[in-house]
Structure formats: C-alpha cells, structure tokens
C-alpha cells in the first residue's frame, strides 16, 4: 500500500509563494511518475503539474506556466510543488497522485492516477 501525506500548504496573500511537500512510502516511488491536482469549491478536479520518474521530464496546465515548478527528491521520496505568484483563483485543497502504471510520460488525466494524499488547503487572499 502506497501512502501520499501533502504538507506545506496555507494562507499566503497574492503575489506570495509557497512550496507544498508530497511525501510518499513505499520503496517505488523512482519508478512513478507524480502528479498535482487541485480542487476549489463547487469546481471539478484539476490537473496542475506532473514530473516523470526521473524528474527528466515535466507537464503544466496553462494556468500555472511560469510560476509553479514541480520537482523531486527519490532519495527522499517527496515530491515538490514550488508555487509563485499565487492569485486568488489559485485557492484550492491541492493532492498529489502516483501513476498507475510505471516509467510513463507525465499524465494530465485524473483517472491516470492510482493513489492520492488527502490534500492540503492553499487559500490566497486578494
């Protein structure tokens, strides 16, 4: 069993930055790619970034170009959210997720994804 604990998450003004933690268990973290989806009140799930096993290769929704950055630390089995320039519209609970399936290109669809933290709230404020 795969576990996902988010952490880092909070209230941050426009124009802040914060950098939000997935760190997982198990001992096949390297071989998955990882995800971030964000979900706001009343709105469906989002896909925000994804990172391939290795880190070697990334994937961002447009809304988040240019200001955040997923990374990863296999030898600390966490994976990163760094996230600048928030906006209001950024509030939401954000999850990461493990591919279901090993050493594949970063996925942007939520049903690709196996397991999932329970999230962490991001709120910022106008």
């Known amino acids: 069993q795969v576990q996902l604990v988010e952490s880092g998450g909070g209230l941050v003004q426009a124009g802040g930055s914060l950098r939000l933690s997935c760190a997982a268990s198990?001992?096949?973290?390297?071989?998955?790619?990882m995800g971030w989806f964000r979900q706001a009140p009343g709105k469906e799930r989002e896909f925000v970034a994804a990172?391939?096993?290795?880190?070697?290769?990334?994937l961002y929704a447009d809304s988040v170009k240019g200001r955040f950055t997923v990374s990863r630390d296999n030898a600390k089995n966490t994976v990163y959210l760094q996230m600048n320039s928030l906006k209001p519209e950024d509030t939401a609970v954000y999850s990461c997720?493990?591919?279901?399936?090993?050493?594949?290109?970063?996925?942007?669809?939520?049903?690709?994804?196996?397991?999932w933290g329970q999230g962490t709230q991001v709120t910022v404020s106008s």
């Open positions: 997720a493990r591919d279901s399936l090993p050493l594949r290109l970063p996925q942007s669809n939520p049903n690709e994804y196996d397991y």
């Open positions: 198990g001992r096949t973290f390297n071989i998955y790619t």
């Open positions: 990172i391939t096993w290795s880190g070697g290769a990334t």
